[in-house]
């Protein structure tokens, strides 16, 4: 919750630190290499949005980075397993509503 004049004095370090980032992460890429923890984990709070990435445990930030988000298949089976979690139903039901889904019924 900064003031306006604080953000914007922190701007030019925030835009040079990302540019730098992403041409690191750019070169990476060309090169072929595998992705390092640094990059798996920014591309995974890019994903998932800054909010859930707070309010995750560690060990669920650790969970989320291994589960590959940052590609879409992954990240939209993620977050529908996320939704029925906050619905509070029983494992047999959540497995019972994935099968429907993958069928097409539900």
């Known amino acids: ?61 650790a969970k989320m980075v291994t589960l590959d988000l940052w590609v879409t298949d992954n990240l939209v089976e993620w977050k529908e397993g996320q939704e029925l979690n906050q619905m509070g139903l029983s494992a047999n039901r959540k497995k019972q509503i994935k099968k429907m889904k993958k069928k097409g019924v539900g």
């Open 1 to 61: 919750h900064d003031l306006l004049i604080v953000r914007m004095i922190k701007w030019p370090y925030h835009l040079t630190k990302s540019a730098i980032w992403w041409s690191k992460y750019a070169v990476r890429r060309v090169r072929k290499l595998e992705l390092n923890e640094e990059e798996r984990e920014h591309l995974t709070i890019s994903a998932v949005g800054e909010v859930a990435w707070v309010a995750a445990s560690d060990d669920e930030k």
